[in-house]
């Protein structure tokens, strides 16, 4: 009986242990109908913006305290918000073509976080993996959490991600038909 009985505090102990680490990380799914990811790309000429469509994504916290998150786009849902009619189909076309992202060989993009530094109320230096055409590189950002939302800019130099077409990288004398090579991530998280 006493043998039952030290058997079962046991059990109730490693139960309520494994209970108390489980608790103590919090992973946040973030909700994609209500999130959103604007980019906005320049060239000498002007500028175009557009969205992504976020279809999975997850902020993991310890102790209200940021310590990691991970994303993924959907490339294919890329479309172009400054444009209408017969310009903004072939914007997207060529957007979504071999020239830029090469949708149909990388329909994914991703972001992994490797390191969440705070660094002031409610803010946090980020330093991810982001792939973007199968290629990974580094990037770090600022992100700020407000009770179920969070946001960040980010800035992303497509040359990095073999993204070649009228960059000034890659090739000479563009002039005006030059494209920059970095472009800006809004980033408006709900969960």
């Known amino acids: 009986m006493k043998?039952?009985?030290?058997?079962?505090?046991?059990?109730l102990l490693f139960a309520a242990s494994?209970?108390?680490?489980?608790?103590?990380?919090?992973?946040?799914?973030?909700?994609?109908?209500?999130?959103?990811?604007?980019?906005?790309?320049?060239?000498v000429t002007g500028s175009h913006t557009g969205t992504v469509t976020l279809t999975s994504g997850a902020l993991e916290f310890d102790n209200e305290v940021l310590t990691g998150g991970e994303f993924t786009v959907d490339m294919t849902s890329l479309v172009?918000?400054?444009?209408?009619?017969?310009?903004?189909?072939?914007l997207e076309g060529h957007l979504k073509s071999d020239d830029f992202?090469?949708?149909?060989?990388?329909p994914k993009a991703k972001l992994v976080?490797?390191?969440?530094?705070?660094n002031g109320k409610n803010s946090y230096?980020?330093?991810?993996?982001?792939?973007?055409?199968?290629?990974?590189?580094?990037?770090?950002?600022?992100?700020?959490?407000?009770?179920?939302?969070?946001?960040?800019?980010?800035?992303?130099?497509r040359a990095q991600y073999d993204v070649r077409y009228g960059s000034g990288s890659?090739?000479?004398?563009?002039?005006?038909?030059t494209i920059y090579d970095?472009?800006?991530?809004v980033v408006d998280l709900e969960f």
Do not use: H, M, Q
Request: charged share 30%.
């Open 101 to 106: 992202f090469s949708v149909a060989n990388f």
């Open 18 to 43: 494994g209970l108390a680490v489980a608790s103590e990380g919090d992973k946040k799914e973030v909700d994609t109908k209500k999130s959103t990811v604007t980019w906005k790309a320049y060239k």
């Open 170 to 177: 890659f090739f000479e004398n563009l002039g005006d038909k």
């Open 125 to 157: 230096e980020v330093t991810g993996d982001l792939t973007i055409k199968g290629i990974t590189k580094s990037i770090t950002f600022d992100l700020s959490v407000y009770g179920s939302k969070a946001t960040a800019s980010l800035k992303v130099d």
């Open 80 to 90: 172009s918000t400054d444009l209408e009619g017969e310009y903004k189909g072939k």
């Open 3 to 11: 043998k039952n009985r030290l058997n079962l505090v046991l059990a």
């Open 182 to 185: 970095e472009f800006d991530l």
């Open 113 to 118: 976080f490797t390191g969440v530094s705070p």
